[in-house]
Every structure is written in C-alpha cells, then in structure tokens.
C-alpha cells in the first residue's frame, strides 16, 4: 500500500509558468514533509519541507501549500525556468524521536520548455 | 558542511563477487540510511542506523549487510549479488530528535552487477 500519492507522473510548463505537483498521504502519524528534487546521475536535494502546524512555506521561487485536513500537500515553482527540469519527489515522515526514514511519492518528471 | 560522500561513485561486480560501498557525513547527525533506487522510481529504504545500532531494516535480503563503524560512517557489504540488484545506492543522514530535520543524501553509488 503505497502510503504517499504522488501526480502528475509528468509535467511540461512553459518557462515562467507555475509548475504544480500534488501528493496525497494516509497516515495521519506523518508531520514532516519534504520535497528533494533530483537531477539524472545525482543524489535527491532537499528542497524545501513544512510541519503540519503551518499552511504555506515559502523559499524563493518554491512554495508548499499544505492541507491537514485533506491529508494534501503541494509544492507550486514560480516563474519555472529550463533549470528546475529534474524529477521531484514528496515524502512524509513520523516524528517522535528515532530515525525511521521517509516515505516517498513515486516521484514527478518535471519539464521546462524555452 | 552539509554534504554526505559516498564511494565509489560508480561500481560493476560480477555475481560471485565481494564489494563494500562507503558512506560518510561529518554534520554530527547520528541517523544514517541506505536506501536503493531503480531508474524511474523513488527511493526505498533499506537500512537505518540510528546511534551507530541497526533500528530498521526493511527486510532486505542477507547479501547485503549494513555497519555501522562509528558516528560518521556507513557501510554496506556485498556478496553474490543479483543483475537485478543493479540500482543506484544511496546514503543519507539526519539528526535524531523529535523536531525532524532534514535528510542529506549522498550522489550516490551506481552499481552494476554482471
């Protein structure tokens, strides 16, 4: 049961255009949410993240609009530019002490078009 | 210094062979995972070291064995390994507490197993 819902799988935006994705999870235990953003051959990059106690982060051109009680969670890439083209990724995690690794979407392959 | 180095970056070992993948962060986190990511997938977790003792392993098979020598490495051993193993392998770490921080990753090793 995959326990982070992740869409679209792909995307194509016009360069300044808002890129989109959406991510969907079940367990009410998570509380921390991150996005990595990763390019081909490259390790996933820490974006940016929110707690559930807040409904919107934002850093620069990245924004994550989260829901608590739709259980969503967005992140928005202002005027995207041919550089933001890479896969991105949602993840979810419990906090509580301990260490206990993320649980990721299946990922977005994000393109940026001239 | 935020950054998580693996080595080697890239490995190709025959089935009945032995390798080891190095892994090592010096930012003081004391939570270290392995995770195995195939092209077009998300990362999956195999390992987490949390205090340089195995917390989770998400029943990986035994040809692949985790240490965890001291704070600020990880290793991960390989014996008779599978083509089917043949994955991108990723190291990250984080703090361990219950205000969640990041997970760094490493770039990553690409094996290759013929």
């Known amino acids: 049961q995959q326990q982070v819902k992740q869409s679209p799988q792909s995307l194509i935006v016009q360069k300044g255009g808002i890129s989109i994705i959406n991510c969907a999870y079940e367990?009410?235990?998570?509380?921390?949410f991150p996005w990595y953003q990763q390019f081909p051959g490259k390790g996933p990059a820490l974006l940016i993240a929110i707690r559930p106690d807040v409904s919107e982060k934002k850093e620069g051109r990245f924004t994550i609009s989260f829901n608590k009680s739709a259980k969503q969670f967005s992140l928005h890439i202002m005027d995207s530019q041919p550089g933001d083209s890479a896969t991105y990724f949602c993840?979810?995690?419990?906090?509580?002490?301990?260490?206990?690794?993320?649980?990721f979407g299946k990922g977005t392959h994000l393109i940026i078009q001239p | 210094d935020t950054e998580v180095t693996q080595t080697p970056k890239h490995l190709v070992m025959g089935m009945t062979n032995k390798k080891s993948l190095k892994c090592e962060q010096h930012?003081?986190?004391?939570?270290m995972y392995w995770y195995k990511q195939k092209a077009k997938k998300p990362p999956e977790l195999m390992f987490v070291y949390s205090y340089e003792k195995l917390s989770i392993n998400e029943s990986v098979p035994s040809r692949f064995s985790p240490e965890c020598p001291n704070s600020s490495l990880l290793n991960l051993h390989l014996h008779a390994l599978q083509p089917e193993d043949s994955a991108l392998y990723l190291c990250a770490s984080s703090q361990v507490s219950q205000g969640r921080t990041e997970a760094f990753f490493g770039q990553g090793t690409r094996l290759t197993v013929v």
């Open positions: 930012m003081g986190h004391r939570a």
């Open positions: 367990n009410t235990a998570f509380d921390y």
């Open positions: 993840a979810a995690s419990i906090r509580g002490g301990g260490a206990d690794g993320l649980t």
